[in-house]
């Protein structure tokens, strides 16, 4: 882990976030890492993406959730809420099934838990958007040049790991909250299949909004995630009929 770039802000209880694909911490500059004025908010680039270099190996969701893992464990120091857009929302529930007892609950932003939930997914050779490839190289230490060797490894993943089943997700016990746009790259059929297979989970839908809803409603987002923190995870269903 100390391998990995991280950073660390604020006091009070600890919110870790992790990061879309292909991009690093700074997807939260504009939305989440205010969180930080209430607690304890701890971020990291991933493996081979923003400012932490790659490694020899493959990047699959096993590797990921060990390398949070051991986030959780050497650098926040324990049990802390995950707050996971995109892939980082994959990597998050990975993370809950491998060790339940480091995750006090879980904020899934865009995610989806198998392929099969996106419209479409990287491929080894399609051409990343111009303004992906640019984020990269401002900040990688590996250079812009090997960005390709990112996109390969990725794309082996998502081609040969099965994901996730509602069966898998049953068995996340912490309380969850599901956000995504109503306009998504994560179909909202799949979104609404997220929510139901949780079994303590809660879900928002962003009218108007894309993937990159944290750009373009990133204090909406920080509404609904601080209130879910601040509420103690609390419910106000007056009328529970699935969940009740």
């Known amino acids: 882990m100390t ?3 991280h950073t660390s802000a604020g006091s009070g209880d600890p919110v870790a976030l992790l990061h879309g694909g292909f991009s690093d911490s700074r997807d939260f500059d504009l939305s989440l890492s205010g969180l930080s004025d209430a607690f304890t908010v701890h ?10 270099p790659d490694l020899p190996g493959p990047i699959t969701m096993s590797v990921l959730a060990a390398d949070a893992e051991a986030f959780l464990t050497d650098v926040v120091g324990g049990p802390a809420v ?6 980082g929302g994959a990597v998050a ?3 809950a099934l491998r060790r339940p007892g480091l995750v006090r609950a879980l904020v899934l932003i865009s995610t989806a838990y198998a392929v099969d939930g996106m419209l479409f997914a990287p491929t080894a050779d399609a051409p990343l958007p111009p303004a992906v490839v640019a984020r990269y190289a401002e900040v990688s230490p590996d250079g812009p040049d090997h960005l390709p060797v990112i996109q390969a490894k990725l794309a082996e993943s998502i081609a040969t790991e099965p994901g996730l089943t509602p069966s898998d997700l ?3 016990a912490c309380p969850t909250l599901v ?7 994560v179909t909202l059929e799949h979104t609404a299949a997220l929510y139901g297979a949780l079994p303590d989970a809660r879900l928002a839908i962003l009218p108007g909004t894309s993937h ?15 209130d ?4 103690g995870f609390a419910t106000s269903r007056l009328m529970p009929i699935r969940r009740r």
């Open 3 to 5: 391998t990995f770039w």
């Open 43 to 52: 971020a990291y680039d991933r493996r081979g993406h923003g400012r932490s």
């Open 82 to 87: 995950l707050c996971g857009y995109s892939a």
């Open 93 to 95: 529930l990975h993370t």
């Open 170 to 172: 049953a068995r996340i």
């Open 179 to 185: 956000v995504a746009a109503d306009d998504d790259l």
């Open 212 to 226: 990159l809803l944290l750009l373009e409603a990133p204090d909406r987002v920080t509404t609904l995630v601080r």
């Open 228 to 231: 879910f923190l601040t509420g």
